[in-house]
């Protein structure tokens, strides 16, 4: 029988879409499998779904529930890792760095959007 393939728990974490410093204890030593990965995915226990509700969040959900970019993340210089309430805040404050960024992320995909239909046309 074939061995099962494995992971190292920064991987896994980053494929469950969790920070790994906040998940237990158990899975940060281990290994995780393949199917093991699997089974979180499809039946999620309490501490996943916990930190997928409330977070602290990686850096690439922070962006995408304030709907803006990576990098615009960065220029804002808040920090990467909020929780789901720091998010709430800063959405109901909408500060002006959050509008401008907001923008620039509508601007980049238009052109993008423009672009593809573009090379549609020419294929």
Known sequence: MPKSQTMKPQTAAKKLGVLLAET???????????????????????????????????????????GISNSGLTRSGVGEHLTTDEIKAVLDEMPAWLVAERDILAQVRAEEARLRARDAERS
């Open 24 to 66: 237990p204890a158990e899975f940060q030593e281990g290994v995780v499998s393949r199917d093991e990965l699997n089974a979180l995915q499809a039946e999620p226990p309490e501490w996943l779904a916990n930190l997928r509700r409330n977070g602290p969040h990686t850096r690439q959900e922070t962006a995408r529930r304030l």
